[in-house]
């Protein structure tokens, strides 16, 4: 985990961000793949620290 966390870490280009960013949701958090695409900007509260999983 640690390597893989270590790997995306170093991603730095701009068209790698989301990819980036929806590794990272599903290595640190129970989502399954298929939610972590699913998701939106507007399903992330970074205020409240909070992810809405937009339902089938």
Do not use: G, Q
């Not at 730095?12 to 900007?41: D, G, Q, W």
């Amino acid at each position: 985990m640690r390597a893989l966390l270590k790997e995306v870490k170093s991603i730095r280009h701009p068209c790698n961000l989301k990819m980036k960013a929806e590794i990272l949701m599903a290595a640190t958090s129970r989502m399954h793949s298929e939610e972590v695409y699913r998701l939106k900007l507007e399903n992330i509260d970074c205020n409240n620290c909070t992810v809405l999983i937009p339902a089938d």
